[in-house]
């Protein structure tokens, strides 16, 4: 991170907000991009430069694995990892609303026993 100038608050803001997703080279790893803030000038692109970050989700932490500088502009690579990240999100969505749904069944049952009820 040092050789590229990146700071650990550089790559989090990479891996919370990237502008691009794409599966990573090695297995079962992702890379994540986001173009450096650079204001537009007349003629010019926005910026020269991407930051990528590449992680593995190992049970329920995040392993960063690398971190660079990618002088230029690269192309994406699939169109089909956007729609696999986009159903994974999906599914992910409805799985935290059956966990809220048995929380709350759980919560009301337990209001309900003789063991919890308040005096």
């Not at 650079?38 to 329920?60: C, F, L, N, R």
């Not at 990240?85 to 049952?109: C, G, H, M, P, W």
Request: glycine residues 4%.
């Amino acid at each position: 991170m040092a050789f590229y100038r990146l700071s650990e608050a550089r790559v989090k803001r990479v891996l919370h907000f990237p502008k691009r997703t794409e599966e990573g080279v090695a297995p079962k790893t992702w890379a994540v991009m986001q173009p450096p803030f650079v204001k537009t000038t007349a003629g010019k692109p926005a910026w020269s430069q991407e930051i990528w970050v590449m992680y593995q989700d190992i049970g329920s932490k995040r392993k960063i694995i690398s971190a660079w500088r990618y002088p230029g502009v690269s192309k994406p690579r699939s169109e089909t990892t956007k729609n696999f990240l986009e159903q994974e999100y999906a599914n992910y969505v409805i799985s935290e609303d059956r966990k809220k749904e048995e929380r709350k069944k759980f919560r009301t049952k337990m209001t309900k026993s003789k063991w919890f009820r308040k005096p």
